[in-house]
């Protein structure tokens, strides 16, 4: 697993791909189709893995939405978080206002718009929870809120998730909250859902739900062990892993200062992790 | 000829229009043009207000729970992001859930005068669940189930500017968020800004907030610190994750100090 507090980790060209890697490479995959990538707030991975797939566009694929400084862009840079307002800004086609961007924009981008989100629960029917979850004692826990996800259910397809850390907590078999169903929100037959985390690739369709492929060097018990019952995980072929060329332009183009790690780091080293990236960030130049 | 000093105030004049009042926005976004000096002053003075309505809720947001200012709040995302929650989020707080659309349907009737604007039903699922008090209407012309969103109407509006002038037309700078609506939607808005000018026109810059919304301008320097207000400074990831790890009681402190401190 990755161990993002090891900043001795080489960017050498002859690494293998880490797990934070490996899941913005595949994420990016989901992404290279897409007409246009709306971020999301608190969002490391997306961000780092739609601005590879901007660069393996060449800047030809999808548009970006980048709701740190609410703007839409094609210009190809790095990833930053802390300074992700000043980034965001960096070659913006427009600078929107939150009602015109929710209220006019978005409605009109269905079927058109992808966006990886990171839910507090997702459970085998694909239904995702953002806003509460039960602790220990089955007291019910607020976070962040409702959002936008009702309406990007159905404009978003397929509805992208992802999960750096896969377990029982947070892939279940019946979410404590239904914020939003994406396979309800479509036509029957009709609604996808994918999830990349840190162990494999999933799918869920109206047929059920289903391991697609699982990372290198992750087990079948592994995967099932913390895989819902109701998620068919057998015989699954390994997940490509990123070519050479890829890795390196994830390393030192896309994302130099390591942002794909924060969300892999939880507890005191999580300050730490965030506190490196600053200072990391702070010293990078930018308009 | 010098200029007249137009709706200028001190910050503790235009803090003293929230108090007692049913509903008090603050804009920005995320870490960007919050107003934070504002929010450091209610905490400190002990003011209270009934409603706190953002869009999305950050430090501000937090630190008005946790020193009681804000009896509930609105919003539709509440969090410091890849920071995670502070004290005041962290120990709960009264929240009137919204969705995106839904709040900006609320706003908009409010500017609009209507008495409510539909959300489609399917948008509203889990709204509805969490909302007893919105009601179910069916459109008289497509027969589609539709919650009714009612007018949020804003007592006073606080917004932080890059810059503004005495007479309260604005220049947002970074993130233009849902201000200039919130503004519309307000009695009341108070501009908080970094650079006080004579001409907020110059170089050609038009303003993002325009003097007829605005009652009172504040000259506040750095009054988004420790969050972020471009061109002029950048959020203070530091600051920040300090107060993230404060016990509740201490925040009514941490603000008396930053605003006496000037660390803002």
């Known amino acids: ?287 | 000829m010098a200029a007249s000093n137009g709706k200028l105030a001190s910050l503790a004049d235009a803090a003293e229009l929230a108090r007692g009042a049913a509903r008090v926005a603050l804009g920005g976004w995320s870490f960007s043009r919050r107003p934070l000096a504002m929010a450091m002053h209610w905490a400190t003075y002990g003011l209270q207000f009934d409603e706190l309505l953002v869009l999305t809720g950050g430090i501000e947001t937090d630190l008005l729970a946790a020193a009681g200012v804000a009896q509930r709040v609105r919003g539709f995302y509440l969090g410091m992001e890849a920071l995670g929650m502070g004290p005041g989020l962290k120990a709960g707080c009264d929240v009137i859930e919204e969705t995106e659309t839904s709040l900006m349907l609320g706003l908009n009737a409010a500017v609009e005068g209507a008495s409510f604007l539909p959300l489609a039903a399917r948008h509203g699922v889990a709204l509805a669940q969490l909302r007893p008090d919105l009601r179910p209407v069916r459109c008289p012309y497509t027969d589609e189930e539709q919650l009714a969103i009612p007018p949020l109407p804003i007592t006073v509006a606080y917004v932080h500017a890059w810059r503004a002038d005495r007479q309260g037309n604005a220049v947002f700078g970074g993130h233009r968020a849902a201000d200039r609506l919130l503004a519309l939607a307000a009695q009341r808005t108070v501009v908080s800004c970094e650079e006080l000018v004579d001409e907020i026109t110059a170089g050609g810059i038009e303003a993002d907030l325009t003097e007829p919304l605005v009652s009172m301008v504040v000259h506040a320097p750095g009054g988004a610190k420790p969050g972020g207000c471009l061109p002029g400074y950048e959020a203070d990831w530091p600051a920040l994750l300090d107060y993230t790890a404060l016990e509740r009681d201490a925040v009514a402190g941490w603000a008396r100090a930053r605003l006496e401190g000037g660390a803002r």
Request: glycine fraction near 6%.
């Open chain 1, 1 to 287: 697993m990755n161990d993002n507090d090891n900043d001795t980790r080489s960017n050498t060209p002859a690494a293998p791909a880490d797990v934070a890697e490996m899941m913005v490479c595949t994420m990016s995959d989901w992404l290279l189709r897409a007409e246009l990538i709306q971020l999301g707030l608190a969002s490391a991975l997306n961000q780092v893995a739609a601005l590879l797939a901007q660069a393996r566009t060449n800047g030809q694929g999808p548009a970006l939405e980048d709701p740190a400084a609410l703007t839409l862009t094609r210009a190809q840079r790095p990833a930053f978080l802390s300074r992700s307002e000043r980034a965001a800004q960096i070659g913006a086609l427009r600078r929107y206002e939150a009602p015109e961007w929710i209220g006019q924009m978005m409605p009109r981008l269905a079927g058109r718009v992808r966006q990886f989100v990171r839910p507090l629960q997702i459970d085998a029917q694909g239904r995702i929870n953002s806003l509460r979850v039960a602790d220990k004692q089955g007291r019910l826990r607020r976070f962040a809120g409702l959002a936008g996800l009702a309406e990007l259910a159905e404009i978003a397809q397929p509805f992208l998730v992802y999960l750096p850390q896969q377990d029982s907590r947070c892939f279940v078999d019946a979410v404590d909250f239904v914020v939003a169903d994406p396979l309800a929100a479509h036509a029957p037959g009709a609604g996808h859902v994918v999830m990349v985390t840190d162990l494999a690739v999933f799918e869920f369709t109206s047929a059920g739900a289903r391991a697609l492929s699982r990372h290198p060097g992750v087990t079948h018990e592994q995967l099932r062990e913390r895989t819902p019952a109701g998620v068919a995980v057998g015989s699954v072929p390994y997940t490509a892993t990123p070519d050479a060329a890829l890795l390196q332009r994830l390393r030192t183009q896309i994302d130099p200062h390591r942002v794909r790690d924060i969300e892999f780091a939880s507890g005191p080293a999580r300050r730490d992790a965030l506190l490196r990236l600053y200072g990391r960030e702070a010293a990078a130049p930018l308009p």
